[in-house]
């Protein structure tokens, strides 16, 4: 896995992939818009052949040739949105669930039932319901948290997954991803990429081998569908198609169509809101009510910063802001981890893990960046200002 992305080429741009992955077939079939199938079942007159179809997909997981025979096994028009996400993540395989936890969930019982390796080891902060997944052992999941650095001494013979979010949701902290691969020896890492995105960071290219998304946010990109997909390679693609089968976490064919015309416009929305996100970034951390600012060296829409004064003031004051959970959207929202997103974690697990109270977490979209800064430093009011001598803290990443 080390050399993934040379294993598979890209032969065309990020952006043009954007556009044309998963319709490759269209003119061909005389359309310029993708078809949406909403069927739930699919006719056959052969019964034979259907036993045939649905033997050897319970053997290996395959995609079938020919109509899906029931909609939990597969659907051509999200079928669409797994082959351009696929492409965008440079993997062999994409497989797309109802959402981001469904993805998660699909990953742990394929390796709890499949290899019977229940063990995860995992850096934090992760999502807040992803670390509730794994610290609650929902799913006969047992986890040992570390730090990147150390991966290697956690590991047991029975551990089936390594996990890390980079940059992590909430605090925009960044692992070294190749340091981590090399940690995790022959054990499979999974990178949740949701912040990030293709667009700015492929984690196959640097020996992940599960690369996971929360669809609802950069992917579908406008705050109106769910779903979740994790890119791979064929072979694990057919375990999880497997246990997306067994426990019904599809994806419904119109997020699928939403999803698919959502990548087309990926790499425009992430850069133009990474640009705003990263001048935001360095005008909030010349501001003396800002005690501390995160923003990810890879770039990106995501702002963290900490005030002086209480958080919730700012997002009782936010006008144009949305202040709402959840990111990616084509506008702006704010949110207060820790009494929202990362709730459900313990408070001590959230504070070592660098969530502090203080904290709070901008998604940010695509309105003008003077607009918002007017409405964030309103927002911020005359709140507390740091000692006038005090250092200006730098954004803690270009
Ligand atoms: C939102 C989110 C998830 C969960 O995805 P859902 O689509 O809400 O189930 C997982 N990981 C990250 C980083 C997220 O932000």
């Not at 890390?164 to 054990?187: F, I, K, M």
């Not at 015309?261 to 705003?276: D, I, N, W």
């Not at 709730?343 to 695509?366: P, T």
Request: include cysteine.
């Amino acid at each position: 896995m080390e050399n993934a992305a040379s294993a598979v080429p890209a032969p065309r741009a990020l952006a043009t992939d954007a556009v044309h992955a998963g319709r490759e077939d269209l003119a061909e079939l005389g359309l310029h818009a993708p078809p949406l199938d909403f069927s739930t079942t699919y006719p056959s007159y052969d019964a034979a052949g259907e036993a045939a179809r649905i033997d050897a997909f319970a053997e290996t997981g395959a995609r079938l040739e020919g109509p899906p025979v029931y909609a939990r096994l597969d659907n051509p028009t999200t079928a669409r949105f797994e082959t351009a996400l696929a492409t965008l993540e440079g993997t062999e395989a994409a497989v797309a669930f109802a959402s981001g936890m469904a993805a998660l969930t699909a990953v742990l019982l394929a390796r709890a039932s499949s290899t019977g390796l229940r063990h995860v080891v995992a850096v934090r902060p992760l999502y807040g319901c992803s670390d509730h997944l794994l610290n609650a052992g929902l799913l006969g999941t047992e986890v040992t948290w570390t730090d990147p650095a150390g991966i290697a001494d956690a590991l047991r013979p029975d551990t089936g997954l390594v996990m890390v979010e980079t940059p992590a949701n909430p605090t925009l902290a960044e692992v070294d991803l190749r340091a981590v691969r090399h940690a995790c020896g022959s054990v499979p890492l999974l990178v949740d990429n949701t912040f990030a995105t293709p667009v700015l960071q492929r984690p196959v290219e640097h020996g992940a081998r599960l690369v996971l998304h929360s669809a609802t946010k950069y992917l579908g990109g406008h705050g109106d569908v769910m779903g979740g997909v994790v890119a791979c390679d064929e072979e694990f693609a057919r375990t999880l198609r497997q246990v997306r089968f067994a426990t019904g976490g599809v994806l419904h064919p119109l997020a699928g169509y939403l999803l698919l015309r959502g990548l087309s416009t990926l790499p425009v929305r992430v850069r133009a809101a990474s640009t705003t996100a990263a001048d935001l970034a360095r005008r909030l951390a010349a501001d003396p009510r800002i005690a501390r600012v995160h923003y990810p060296s890879v770039g990106g829409a995501m702002v963290a910063f900490e005030t002086y004064g209480d958080p919730r003031a700012v997002i009782a004051g936010v006008r144009l802001i949305t202040p709402a959970v959840s990111l990616g959207s084509v506008d702006t929202l704010i949110q207060h981890p820790a009494s929202i997103s990362h709730r459900i974690v313990a408070e001590g697990d959230r504070r070592s893990a660098g969530v502090s109270d203080r904290l709070l977490r901008m998604s940010v979209g695509l309105e003008d960046v003077e607009d918002l800064w007017r409405d964030l430093t309103q927002a911020l009011g005359g709140g507390p200002l740091r000692a006038v001598d005090a250092e200006v803290p730098a954004v803690l990443a270009p």
